[in-house]
């Protein structure tokens, strides 16, 4: 991990999908983009908004779209860059298809695109070419990742320990005294 500045942690919001992996590549420096899910919610709160890429719907509004209907093909036909990449796992590359991915986005039984990657994609894109511009500033995409660097501490082995203890398994510390 110390040699990525790039850590991509892309699951639903709501899924709770992305976890401590992204905090070992942001103690080394690797700059997020993710959605707000997971650990990226508290990455967030400790580097600021402007010093992770978050992008995607936010776990009440995935709600929504559960609750309207959620369609991928709605999606997949009013984008054409989206439409174009899908009908590329349709048609397949260097003599293999992956028709089974762009049916389990489009018309899988039961729930097409259970992850609402379609959905998501515009967001994801719009982040991606930020990232890459700003990844283009060396300044600015050091300084980030230094941001990153000093937030990690927060999620430090002790605090985490600490934080079980009283809030989940509700025990007490136990002071122990030097006997000499």
């Known amino acids: 991990m110390p040699a990525a500045e790039i850590s991509e942690q892309i699951s639903l919001a ?8 992204n ?15 997971g650990a990226n919610v508290e990455m967030s709160e400790q580097v600021g908004r402007d010093n992770i890429y978050i992008f995607g719907h936010t776990a009440p509004e995935v709600e929504e779209l ?45 729930v097409s695109d259970p992850f609402m990657c379609l959905a998501d994609f515009d967001f994801y894109q719009d982040a991606r070419r930020k990232m890459f511009a700003d990844y283009k500033d060396r300044e600015k995409w050091n300084r980030m990742a230094l941001h990153n660097i000093a937030g990690a501490g927060f999620f ?25």
């Open 23 to 37: 905090m070992k590549f942001m103690i080394n420096g690797a700059l997020t983009i993710g959605t707000l899910d």
């Open 66 to 110: 559960w609750r309207k209907g959620y369609a991928s093909s709605y999606y997949y036909n009013r984008n054409p860059e989206l439409k174009a990449a899908v009908d590329y796992l349709q048609t397949g590359f260097n003599g293999r298809s992956f028709a089974d991915i762009a049916n389990y986005l489009l018309y899988s039984f039961g």
């Open 14 to 21: 709501g899924k709770e999908a992305s976890g401590t992996g």
């Open 156 to 180: 430090a082995a002790d605090r985490s320990i600490r934080e079980y203890a009283e809030n989940i398994w509700h025990l007490k510390p136990v002071k122990v005294q030097n006997k000499k």
